[in-house]
Every structure is written in C-alpha cells, then in structure tokens.
T-cell receptor
C-alpha cells in the first residue's frame, strides 16, 4: 500500500515569507508526527496528533510554527516569517493506534535564503 | 546531558565485516526500542523494534537491549555496501507517544 507522502519535496523561500508543508499519512494511521532534522542532527520532535485529541505542540520551537490536521488525515505544517535557522528537512511520520512504530515520509527539504 | 546518546561516526568498515552500533540512554522509563535506517535524502525506515530487554534477530540484523546498563546495540553481520546509511536509535516509554531519537551513526561499507 501507499506510504506516507509529503509535498513539496524541496522548497526554497526567502527570509520572512510563509511556507506550508503537507503530509498525507498512511490510511488508517491515527497518529501523525512532525519532526525537524538539521544537518548532522537527530530528529527534533515538533508536534503530535492522535485521533480527535488535542495535539501535543510541546516541540514547536516558536509561535511562528503551527500545524493542523483536517479530518484526521492530511496535515499541514505552517512556518510564518521564515528565518534562515528554519532551514532543515521536515519529516512527517504516522503510526497505527497504540503502536510505537512510526513510518516516515521522504521529507521536505526547506531552504531559507 | 541528552536523553539518548549516539556516536555520530562516521564508521567505515570493509564489506563482510560485523558492524556494531550503539546507543546509551538516561531515562529508565523507556520500554520500546527501535532502530531506523536512513539513506541519503530519504526518510528513516524502521529496521528493528524490540520491547524491554533481550535480543531480537532478523536476517543479518540483531538488536540487543540491556536495560540494566541503559544500553542498546544493533549488529549487522556480513555487511554489504548497500548497508551504507545513517542508523538512528529511538526509544519511547509506555503509555506515552513521545519517541526520542539519537543523532544517528553514519556507516560506510566499502566494497
């Protein structure tokens, strides 16, 4: 079956612009995660959605970052007024209910000039 | 101190060698332990998944968990050039979702 998909695969933007990153999880996966991976760094947790529960936003680095998940499926991560330090690969993952194994998408490589 | 420590490498070995990758952690609440493999410009893919202490074998891969020492390992037997990738350890506790990832070890297997 189809895996997790993300779009765009690459995004180049100018400092100060807003960007939207999209994630389509695996069908039936109720949990959805966003991570950020900077060069040579591990995965930094950003936000977690589980079913209809309130999302855990504890990893969002600033109020410029927000995310939503519509209809329990597709999720959008929005970064407002982008800064150069936002340049990274943004990874989305999903998992089945009550399971810890996460399945990752290919990521969106964001470059802020 | 980070919750999960992993040597970033790089680790370079000849084809056919046994590779040992390791992580240490500080949170005794971790119960689930995972290894992910990440090829360049790709997302991580789940390689091994274990619960609590013990060993798990899958083909050329063996995962070991020693909770008393807060130490986990991934062994790769008969390593192949196609094993060249970054390997990330990950762990989480029961009743919670948050998975903590190591920084990843970059492995090169030379033909």
């Amino acid at each position: 079956g189809a895996g997790v998909s993300q779009s765009p695969s690459n995004k180049v933007t100018e400092k100060g612009k807003d960007v939207e990153l999209r994630c389509d999880p695996i069908s039936g996966h109720t949990a959805l995660y966003w991570y950020r991976q900077s060069l040579g760094q591990g995965l930094e947790f950003l936000i977690y959605f589980q079913g209809n529960s309130a999302p855990d936003k504890s990893g969002l680095p600033s109020d410029r970052f927000s995310a939503e998940r519509t209809g329990g499926s597709v999720s959008t991560l929005t970064i407002q007024r982008t800064q150069q330090e936002d340049s990274a690969v943004y990874l989305c993952a999903s998992s089945e209910p009550k399971r810890n194994e996460q399945f990752f998408g290919p990521g969106t490589r964001l470059t802020v000039l | 101190q980070k919750e999960v420590e992993q040597d970033p490498g790089p680790l370079s070995v000849p084809e056919g060698a046994i590779v040992s990758l390791n992580c240490t952690y500080s949170n005794s609440a971790f119960q689930y332990f995972m290894w992910y493999r990440q090829y360049s410009r790709k997302g991580p893919e789940l390689l091994m998944y274990t619960y609590s202490s013990g060993n798990k074998e899958d083909g050329r891969f063996t995962a070991q968990v020693d909770k008393s020492s807060k130490y986990i390992s991934l062994f790769i037997r008969d390593s192949q050039p196609s094993d060249s990738a970054t390997y990330l350890c990950a762990m989480s506790g029961t009743g919670g979702f948050k998975t903590i990832f190591g920084a990843g070890t970059r492995l090169f297997v030379k033909a």
